[in-house]
């Protein structure tokens, strides 16, 4: 049962890469001009289907199983020419895709899928299957209602001999399931043939028996035919007599072949010839679950914290060392490092993960709105850590509607500025030493400041008679306050802004810039860290204890005594830096620690995220260092205030600040203070 | 994990290790215990309960160490090396409980176990499960679950 789950589980896993793919290849077949690409596409799409088809039936998908046939019988038409994928032809592919995704997260609830979506796109997929020169009747009906035998068909013994491949269990197929399945055509007599190895020989893992198969059945024989072709991934079918049972081998590829290069275009001979990339593929590249890379990846950190203890006391000895013991230590930081690097990199995963899914979004919503658009990625190889990849997907479509949605004028619009009626957006990814670049931009009207200044001014961010500076005015859109009042429109603004996409993007270490144009385009620049394991921090003593700052949030730091402070009449101190005023908050006091004794001689500029830029007292900077992420939740709860805790290399515990959450501790009496700060 | 439990699974026999707190002796359920370590400094963290004296680096995990005299209304326990931090493992949390010595690894049969009288109604009456009379006096077996808020148990 938990060996079944597992496969099921892999299975699953396969589907979401092999739907990944699928969708790529279908846009390329969409974008594609060159028809070598879009052959190719077509070949790829429909080796993700059939597999998918393959994998589906293997674990008694049915609805699922039967959507994939139809849909790879449509793609095999593209093959082989009779039908033209033209752009219409592709937007069903996609739809189809879209249906087979919901198919595959039913079939992973254990649910039905009465999505009417399902039954639509079916009908349209049959359609094109009608309009060629009669081919095999849709699968559905048969395996649903087994149609009452046409006078005109002759009951026929179908003689076919299964010779499952030795991988057979490995792909978690099993030979009764395929008999059972055959089963269900009509009466099966199976008899075993082959020779049993010795038992000292015999390999658990592979099928050395084959069988000979006789199937009593009403069924046309193009259901015989389709029933097997479901397994043909999986075994051999050999027609005992009269023609060969399967019309020619299926052109099979590896499953799995990372490079395209590799995918052989002619269909392959054998089916030794035809496995054998298989094999080599999967020696290229191992499935390892995710938990155990984890746990090298905490372990690495231990041990970067160890050598770090180790090289601190190290230094504590001072001048009696000798030579070789801290050469020695010096080797092993840089092995660690290393270690820890190459640690990361198996964790690495392409941004193209989560670009993949975006044209997509472009598409739909260019039909929603009508407004053309074309959506250019670059750099979606950059390889980020998986931690950060699941977050970014959610920032990133929101950002993308709103450059649909507010960004890109109407075609007609665009036509009287002088631009091209097809809006662009581009999208890329770069390494930037330790962090990644993002950037999306639109060539759209830009950000109205005018109309986002009349906005804000109505729901009292600014006050009436504020001037701002233009790009003041531009930040106004991460303000909390300012999308939630905004008219809600189908697409982007549903209360929910780019405040929440900059505190998300905070939340993972990161920093968002706006560079706007006003009839130009808007350009976002996400930089975030490359890894959400480890973080660059500043270590800060407050109250004889040691605290992180996320580097990222960091701006200046100050010796308090070079700074100008002053005392508002209720109390709160305000500093001045550079031609503003901003809040200064102590750290101790805004995690609630017992009254200092010592006096505060830091103070360091933070930027808040949401809330513009404030200044936190602190009583020592020690330095910056990169630390490991430990959570507190493990053993404890979440803390306000703290985002996590981290191990120095003395081996005590230091609590990384929050510093969204501090702002919101300190600032909560402090609205009133200075409204221009809310914005800054 | 309740007294009855461990003894019906454990062959009518029911071992726990005893510590003091203060003047007090109190025992945890043996099963629920993963190590004894030396008092070690603990970094606070903010707005905790009282007894909370703040977290540790436990061989690279972080936990939660709470001081038991705190928890039953005494004085802090002065923070020196002579006082021991009992692991113990609560639904799947690891925490350090701050005692102030560990004294004896007791095996007793479970009938030995008394009820806490039921017109005990105090907060630490709850987080007990059971008294034992022992040689030098009586002994509370905490309640682990019940022993400290835990988002489990707070609503």
């Given at each position: 049962m938990d060996d079944e789950e597992d496969y099921t589980a892999l299975f699953f896993a396969e589907c979401d890469e092999l739907l990944g793919d699928?969708?790529?290849?279908?846009?390329?077949?969409?974008?594609?001009?060159?028809?070598?690409?879009?052959?190719?596409?077509?070949?790829?799409?429909?080796?993700?289907?059939?597999s998918?088809?393959?994998g589906?039936?293997?674990f008694?998908?049915?609805?699922?199983?039967?959507?994939?046939?139809?849909?790879?019988?449509?793609?095999?038409?593209?093959?082989?020419?009779?039908?033209?994928?033209?752009?219409?032809?592709?937007?069903?592919?996609?739809?189809?895709?879209?249906?087979?995704?919901?198919?595959?997260?039913?079939?992973r609830?254990?649910?039905?899928?009465?999505?009417?979506?399902?039954?639509?796109?079916?009908?349209?997929?049959?359609?094109?299957?009608?309009?060629?020169?009669?081919?095999?009747?849709?699968?559905?009906?048969?395996?649903?209602?087994?149609?009452?035998?046409?006078?005109?068909?002759?009951?026929?013994?179908?003689?076919?001999?299964?010779?499952?491949?030795?991988d057979?269990f490995a792909s978690g197929?099993?030979?009764?399931?395929?008999?059972?399945?055959?089963?269900?055509?009509?009466?099966?007599?199976?008899?075993?043939?082959?020779?049993?190895?010795?038992?000292?020989?015999?390999?658990l893992m592979?099928?050395?028996?084959?069988?000979?198969?006789?199937?009593?059945?009403?069924?046309?024989?193009?259901?015989?035919?389709?029933?097997?072709?479901?397994?043909?991934?999986?075994?051999?079918?050999?027609?005992?007599?009269?023609?060969?049972?399967?019309?020619?081998?299926?052109?099979?590829?590896p499953l799995r072949?990372e490079?395209?290069?590799?995918?052989?275009?002619?269909?392959?001979?054998?089916?030794?010839?035809?496995?054998?990339?298989t094999e080599q593929n999967a020696r290229k590249s191992l499935r390892v679950e995710v938990q155990r890379i984890d746990r090298l990846v905490n372990l690495v950190g231990e041990i970067v914290i160890t050598q770090?203890?180790?090289?601190?006391?190290?230094?504590?000895?001072?001048?009696?060392?000798?030579?070789?013991?801290?050469?020695?230590?010096?080797?092993m930081?840089?092995q660690t490092r290393e270690l820890q690097e190459g640690v990361m990199a198996i964790r690495a995963q392409p941004v193209k993960s989560v670009?993949?899914?975006?044209?997509?979004?472009?598409?739909?919503?260019?039909?929603?709105?009508?407004?053309?658009?074309?959506?250019?990625?670059?750099?979606?190889h950059t390889e980020v850590d998986s931690t950060v990849i699941e977050e970014l997907t959610?920032?990133?479509?929101?950002?993308?509607?709103?450059?649909?949605?507010?960004?890109?004028?109407?075609?007609?619009?665009?036509?009287?500025?002088?631009?091209?009626?097809?809006?662009?957006?581009?999208?890329?990814?770069?390494?930037?030493?330790e962090?990644v670049?993002?950037?999306?931009?639109?060539?759209?009207?830009?950000?109205?400041?005018?109309?986002?200044?009349?906005?804000?001014?109505?729901?009292?961010?600014?006050?009436?008679?504020?001037?701002?500076?233009?790009?003041?005015?531009?930040?106004?859109?991460?303000?909390?306050?300012?999308?939630?009042?905004?008219?809600?429109?189908?697409?982007?603004?549903?209360?929910?802004?780019?405040?929440?996409?900059?505190?998300?993007?905070?939340?993972l270490g990161?920093?968002?810039?706006?560079?706007?144009?006003?009839?130009?385009?808007?350009?976002?620049?996400?930089?975030l860290p490359l890894t959400l394991a480890v973080l660059?921090?500043?270590?800060?003593?407050?109250?004889?204890?040691?605290?992180?700052?996320?580097?990222?949030?960091?701006?200046?730091?100050?010796?308090?005594?070079?700074?100008?402070?002053?005392?508002?009449?209720?109390?709160?101190?305000?500093?001045?830096?550079?031609?503003?005023?901003?809040?200064?908050?102590?750290?101790?006091?805004?995690?609630?620690?017992?009254?200092?004794?010592?006096?505060?001689?830091?103070?360091?500029?933070?930027?808040?995220?949401?809330?513009?830029?404030?200044?936190?007292?602190?009583?020592?900077?020690?330095?910056?260092?990169q630390v490991v992420l430990k959570s507190l939740e493990a053993n404890?709860?979440?803390?306000?205030?703290?985002?996590g805790a981290t191990i120095?290399?003395?081996?005590?515990?230091?609590?990384?600040?929050?510093?969204?959450?501090?702002?919101?501790?300190?600032?909560?009496?402090?609205?009133?203070?200075?409204?221009?700060?809310?914005?800054? | 994990?309740?007294?009855?439990?461990?003894?019906?699974?454990?062959?009518?026999?029911?071992?726990?290790?005893?510590?003091?707190?203060?003047?007090?002796?109190?025992?945890?359920?043996?099963?629920?215990?993963r190590?004894?370590?030396?008092?070690?400094?603990?970094?606070?963290?903010?707005?905790?309960?009282?007894?909370?004296?703040?977290?540790?680096n436990l061989r690279g995990t972080i936990i939660?160490?709470?001081?038991?005299?705190?928890?039953?209304?005494?004085?802090?326990?002065?923070?020196?090396?002579?006082?021991?931090?009992?692991?113990?493992s609560?639904s799947g949390q690891t925490?350090?409980?701050?005692?102030?010595?560990?004294?004896?690894?007791?095996?007793?049969?479970?009938?030995?176990?008394?009820?806490?009288?039921?017109?005990?109604?105090?907060?630490?009456?709850?987080?007990?499960?059971?008294?034992?009379?022992?040689?030098?006096?009586?002994?509370?077996?905490?309640?682990?679950?019940?022993?400290?808020?835990?988002?489990?148990?707070?609503?």
């Amino acid at each position: 049962m938990d060996d079944e789950e597992d496969y099921t589980a892999l299975f699953f896993a396969e589907c979401d890469e092999l739907l990944g793919d699928l969708q790529e290849h279908l846009e390329t077949l969409l974008a594609g001009q060159n028809t070598d690409d879009a052959e190719e596409a077509v070949n790829a799409a429909f080796r993700a289907v059939h597999s998918i088809k393959g994998g589906g039936a293997a674990f008694g998908f049915e609805a699922l199983t039967s959507f994939a046939h139809q849909f790879e019988s449509v793609m095999d038409l593209c093959r082989s020419g009779t039908l033209v994928p033209t752009e219409s032809v592709v937007q069903v592919m996609l739809r189809a895709s879209d249906a087979i995704e919901l198919l595959v997260n039913a079939a992973r609830e254990s649910q039905d899928c009465d999505d009417p979506l399902i039954a639509r796109v079916s009908a349209e997929l049959a359609e094109f299957h009608d309009q060629p020169a009669p081919a095999a009747p849709p699968v559905e009906e048969v395996q649903t209602e087994p149609a009452p035998a046409t006078t005109s068909e002759l009951t026929e013994h179908s003689k076919i001999s299964l010779i499952p491949h030795p991988d057979i269990f490995a792909s978690g197929h099993d030979p009764l399931k395929i008999l059972r399945d055959l089963g269900a055509l009509g009466a099966v007599k199976a008899t075993c043939v082959g020779t049993l190895p010795k038992l000292s020989d015999l390999d658990l893992m592979s099928c050395p028996l084959s069988w000979d198969i006789e199937i009593d059945t009403q069924e046309p024989r193009s259901a015989v035919l389709d029933r097997v072709s479901l397994y043909s991934e999986f075994a051999d079918f050999e027609r005992v007599s009269k023609e060969a049972i399967l019309p020619e081998p299926v052109p099979e590829p590896p499953l799995r072949a990372e490079d395209p290069s590799v995918a052989p275009q002619s269909p392959p001979v054998s089916t030794q010839q035809r496995r054998a990339p298989t094999e080599q593929n999967a020696r290229k590249s191992l499935r390892v679950e995710v938990q155990r890379i984890d746990r090298l990846v905490n372990l690495v950190g231990e041990i970067v914290i160890t050598q770090s203890a180790l090289a601190q006391r190290l230094e504590h000895l001072g001048s009696q060392t000798d030579d070789a013991l801290s050469h020695a230590i010096e080797a092993m930081a840089h092995q660690t490092r290393e270690l820890q690097e190459g640690v990361m990199a198996i964790r690495a995963q392409p941004v193209k993960s989560v670009f993949s899914r975006l044209p997509r979004i472009v598409r739909d919503l260019s039909d929603k709105l009508g407004k053309p658009a074309r959506l250019e990625l670059s750099g979606e190889h950059t390889e980020v850590d998986s931690t950060v990849i699941e977050e970014l997907t959610e920032p990133l479509t929101h950002m993308l509607r709103n450059a649909m949605d507010h960004g890109l004028e109407p075609p007609d619009d665009r036509i009287a500025a002088g631009k091209d009626a097809t809006g662009l957006i581009t999208l890329s990814a770069e390494h930037r030493g330790e962090r990644v670049l993002i950037k999306l931009s639109d060539d759209g009207r830009g950000i109205d400041r005018d109309r986002v200044l009349a906005k804000a001014q109505a729901n009292g961010l600014v006050g009436e008679s504020e001037t701002l500076a233009p790009h003041e005015v531009d930040q106004l859109i991460f303000h909390p306050g300012f999308s939630t009042a905004q008219t809600v429109s189908d697409v982007s603004g549903r209360g929910v802004g780019m405040d929440v996409v900059k505190r998300k993007l905070q939340s993972l270490g990161g920093r968002c810039v706006l560079n706007n144009q006003p009839g130009k385009g808007t350009e976002f620049i996400i930089t975030l860290p490359l890894t959400l394991a480890v973080l660059e921090g500043m270590v800060i003593v407050s109250n004889a204890a040691r605290f992180i700052l996320p580097l990222s949030a960091v701006i200046e730091a100050l010796r308090i005594d070079d700074c100008s402070v002053e005392i508002l009449p209720e109390g709160r101190k305000i500093l001045f830096y550079r031609g503003e005023y901003l809040p200064l908050f102590d750290l101790s006091d805004c995690l609630g620690m017992p009254a200092r004794d010592g006096s505060a001689g830091m103070a360091i500029i933070l930027d808040s995220g949401t809330h513009g830029l404030f200044a936190l007292q602190v009583d020592d900077l020690l330095g910056q260092r990169q630390v490991v992420l430990k959570s507190l939740e493990a053993n404890y709860r979440q803390v306000e205030g703290v985002s996590g805790a981290t191990i120095l290399g003395d081996g005590s515990v230091a609590l990384i600040i929050d510093i969204p959450a501090l702002t919101a501790l300190g600032t909560a009496a402090q609205i009133t203070l200075h409204p221009k700060q809310e914005v800054a | 994990m309740t007294v009855k439990a461990a003894a019906a699974s454990d062959d009518a026999h029911f071992q726990f290790v005893s510590f003091r707190v203060g003047l007090r002796a109190f025992g945890v359920d043996i099963v629920s215990v993963r190590e004894i370590t030396q008092w070690a400094p603990t970094t606070a963290l903010p707005n905790q309960a009282a007894y909370t004296l703040g977290v540790l680096n436990l061989r690279g995990t972080i936990i939660p160490v709470h001081d038991l005299r705190v928890r039953f209304g005494e004085n802090p326990t002065p923070p020196d090396e002579t006082h021991v931090i009992l692991i113990v493992s609560i639904s799947g949390q690891t925490i350090g409980l701050l005692v102030d010595a560990v004294s004896d690894i007791v095996t007793i049969h479970p009938d030995a176990i008394l009820p806490v009288p039921a017109q005990v109604t105090t907060a630490q009456a709850d987080a007990l499960c059971g008294l034992v009379q022992g040689d030098d006096g009586m002994v509370a077996i905490l309640r682990l679950d019940h022993l400290f808020e835990t988002p489990a148990n707070a609503a």
